[in-house]
């Protein structure tokens, strides 16, 4: 499709063990955000990636996190040690940041719980 | 991180009534965005807005990019019960950073 998607859709995970979950942006679309939503609450800015630029990490809550995308395309986001308060949804969004138009697209999110 | 201040937190309303919220900023966005958000799914884009005082429509939702560039609206009329779920703002300064920041969503539930 031609939607931003994500992967696993759910993920259970014992305490201590790392996941990785994955984002595929819409085609060309040079943003890519990670964010996190725990239960009935708002959004949480994770990290932002724009082109080649160095990410801005500044959302990240601790060393466990991390992220990676290759070039324009997929973003992987690695939690290492995971904790139960990790449990939340796991939403990328995408965008083409063009100057001054800056639209979002959100994928579907990927539903983590740490037992 | 920076969270933009929504309300009301939820809202019950009938079936045809006209719905109103709102989102205020600390400091000035060039950028709202509004989305919805239903159960087990990612938010849904509903209106952009790029310019102080744009009025932006779509279908019977109309949002406006506040004067002051710190505040914007959301309106629903005439809501049907698809219209329930959390409806979320985010704004953004591209002039300050790449980060959109997000309200704390308004709950909608619309009574048959």
């Known amino acids: 499709g031609a ?28 943003a890519l955000y990670w964010y996190r939503q725990r239960l009935g609450q708002g959004l949480e800015f994770l990290i932002y990636f724009q082109g080649n630029s160095a990410p801005d990490k500044s959302g990240l809550p601790s060393d466990r996190f991390s992220a990676e995308r290759t070039g324009e395309s997929v973003s992987t986001l690695t939690i290492q040690r995971t904790q139960q308060e990790d ?10 940041a063009k100057l001054g138009r800056n639209t979002q697209y959100f994928g579907p999110g990927t539903r983590l719980l740490v037992l | ?37 239903d159960p087990g799914e990612g938010p849904v884009l509903l209106i952009a807005l790029y310019k102080a005082g744009e009025l932006t429509s779509n279908g019977r939702l109309t949002a406006q990019f506040g004067i002051t560039r710190k505040d914007s609206f959301l309106n629903i009329s005439a809501s049907i019960p698809s219209d329930v779920g959390i409806y979320f703002c985010a704004g953004r300064n591209t002039g300050t950073g790449n980060q959109f920041y997000f309200g704390t969503g308004t709950s909608l539930t619309v009574i048959p």
């Not at chain 1, 994500?6 to 595929?24: A, F, H, I």
């Not at chain 1, 449990?87 to 990328?92: P, Q």
């Not at chain 2, 719905?19 to 966005?29: A, P, Q, R």
């Open chain 1, 87 to 96: 449990s939340a949804v796991y939403l990328c969004a995408s965008s083409l």
């Open chain 1, 3 to 30: 939607g931003v998607s994500q992967s696993p859709s759910n993920k259970v995970t014992e305490k201590g063990k790392d996941v990785e979950l994955r984002c595929d942006p819409i085609s060309g679309h040079t």
């Open chain 2, 1 to 37: 991180g920076q969270q933009l201040n929504q309300s009301p937190q939820s809202m019950f309303i009938q079936e045809g009534e006209d719905v109103s919220m709102n989102c205020t900023s600390s400091s000035i966005f060039n950028t709202w965005l509004w989305y919805k958000q």
